[in-house]
RNA sequence: GCCCCCGUAGCUCAAUUGGAUAGAGCAUCGGAUUUCUAAUCCGGUGGUUGCAGGUUCGAGUCCUGCCGGGGGCGCCA
């Protein structure tokens, strides 16, 4: 049985027993010294319905899930019986995913993510925002939703001409002429590099047009960007074009079917997006005749709600959050409301006590290519998750570079590795791996089996909130219970083979999960450290 | 001026979105290795949750005001 099919139940129950939805979390006691595996406050419970808690908890008894239910302070404590737990193992053993696999919901969800400019190289903050929706992305799939993930290019306006003059400057550089980049310009040192290659490819020949380089830099960023993402283990489904929005009739199209919310002052056309909680109106074309920005993006958002997306989340930087009324706005307007931002804050970077300081202007960023081959991508990308997605994180890369206890990653790989070396062992001693005849687990056994269950419904949760950071505290906790198991227990005994084969299956079981959860960070799990 | 994020142990952060006696890691102090990996484990010290009110059975969490740190305000993208 399933967690989240029990805690299923549980809501189940309540409803019928009282006749109401309860808005209630099913979680594991937050407090301290109380043995209770779940728990759920019945305070609201108590005071509408005072009779019915009593037939509430008869009818959980009847369900044979619990081995223990008692109310304490105003909170429902259930234990759940030693088989329930013991029983999700063998799913484990067979099948992990299978293990995590929420029902199908028939659901398609869009997160578009990062999205960054393609005018130079990927930073902290975009690599902030990949990891996180990629751990959106893994926990929709997980959950049952056909979910895709997307990147979308601006690869129009002001910035990309900038870019071109900038190449255009640096190949007149190259040549040995005269050049000025400009005040708004590129000065990053990549640039340089694209121009070189621009040179010796002899794009030069008729290179007096913006046009030529433009698209050229365009390219050739776009590519750096991708790779830098593949070697981050972030790839998208989607790669949409801001260029085929414009070229497209969404545009026309928006403005068609937000007729009724617009309005035409001093030859430009506004969005009552006030009427949404915005404000104020914004500008949807200007006076001379130009798209905005926000109205391209409204038509690109339009393409996405077209393709047929039940949900979409988008993950914004913080320097976008006085944009998400309008866009909510706008797609309210659209007769659609099932669109989600998340703000991802920003990174600060130290070394130790030192903070790394970036100049834009100089082209001094520190890239997310540095940060991988500095701290590694493994370390980058949990350390990038270990806190909440809205609030702002300081990134320490010497601690990050650490191989020490101070470093929580290789305190879960360390258990990952841990347990292969006990298997390895076992082989070397004659064990085989099976799944064990006597499941009559002792307590110190049934506690690590008690936390391997208790994280079952962890994606699920994370998809429901966008509680990422979640995931590496979880296993964190999970594996320190194992590391205490291992140093007061031996799992390998040639003198107790029933012993061994019944922890050598727990270790299995727990190998196999570390595995998946590291994985669905897209973490490496070492077989030895 | 208006808006957003943050303020919790010496440091970095949790607290299941309003639940029980506010928890971890690091640092610090003490202890554990003839043993499947000590990148580990066991224990101690450490708190007026920035301040002041309010809402209620119950507030770190919600509301109001103030203090401090960071970011944002465009017919830019």
Redesign the pocket.
Known sequence: MKLSEIKKIIKKIIKEKTGEDFKI?I????????S?DL?F?A??IL?KYKNKLEIIIKELKGTGFFEKIET????V?LKLKNEILINSLGLIYRDVSEYFRGEKKNKRVLVEYISA?PTGPLNVANARAGVIGDLLVESFNISGFDVDSEYYY?D????IELLGISLRERVKEIKGEEFKIPEEGYYGEYLKNIAREYVERRYNVLSFIVENYKDYALKKIVEMQKKSLKNFGTEFKNYIYESEIRKSTLIREVLKKLENYTYK????IYFKSTEFGD??D??LM???G?Y???LVDIAYHLHKIKRGYDYLINLWG??????IPRMKGALRALGFDKFEVL?V??VNLRRGKERVRMSKRKGEIYSLDDLIKEVGKDAARFFLL???P?????FDLELAKK??????L??VQ?AH??CN??E???KKKGFNMEIPENIKFDPKEIEIIKKIYLIQDIYE?ISE???T??LP?KL?NLV?VF??F???????DENNAENTLRRLFIVRCLKNLLKFMLGSMKIKAPE??
Request: charged share 30%; aromatic share 12%.
């Open positions: 979390e979680e594991e006691p937050r407090a301290k010294n109380i209770a728990s406050p305070f609201e005071k304490v302070l105003g909170f404590n400019n601006n129009c306006g002001k910035q002052k001093e030859g430009a404000d104020k914004r500008v200007k006076s001379d130009e905005t920005y926000f913080p320097d976008h959050h006085g944009y703000i804050q920003q270990l806190r909440a809205s609030t702002p994180l300081d191989m020490s206890q101070e470093n929580p290789y305190y360390y590795a841990r070396q006990i390895e062992f076992a949760k909130k966008f509680v950071h979640l505290f964190i320190s590391h205490s291992y140093q007061s227990e031996r799992v390998v030895k450290m």
